[in-house]
């Protein structure tokens, strides 16, 4: 179990960038893949983007490629979420999330459910 802590949320002009953090207790951060989650106000959460437990592959839903960029920091424990040109739409509670890295694969893992451990959220308004 890892706990999780987002930081870096808050108010943002559409256009504008934010860069999220996600810091990781213990000392197993580089066997957890990372995921960055958002849930807008009565929307499902889902997937925005996710990063192997060695930072050599990531995945981006269609919405956020070109735009987001994830990487972590083993030494660190911590994962980042970097967000430009911000849309009102994307206006949301980010959650951090992991999962057990499955070593036997090379991508990085995109299921939901394989996600055991959460951050609290951190929310992102995005104003026009």
């Known amino acids: 179990q890892v706990q999780l802590v987002e930081s870096g949320g808050g108010l943002v002009q559409a256009g504008g960038s934010l860069r999220l953090s996600c810091a990781a207790s213990g000392h197993t951060f580089y066997m957890y893949d990372m995921g960055w989650f958002r849930q807008a106000l009565g929307k499902e959460r889902e997937l925005v983007a996710a990063i192997r437990w060695s930072g050599g592959s990531t995945y981006y839903a269609d919405s956020g490629k070109g735009r987001f960029t994830i990487a972590r920091d083993n030494a660190k424990n911590t994962v980042y979420h970097q967000m430009n040109s911000l849309k009102t739409e994307e206006t949301a509670v980010f959650y951090c999330?992991?999962?057990?890295?499955?070593?036997?694969?090379?991508?990085?893992?995109?299921?939901?459910?394989?996600?055991?451990?959460w951050g609290q959220g951190t929310q992102v308004t995005v104003y026009s």
């Open positions: 999330a992991a999962a057990t890295a499955n070593f036997g694969r090379e991508d990085s893992t995109t299921t939901e459910q394989e996600y055991h451990d």
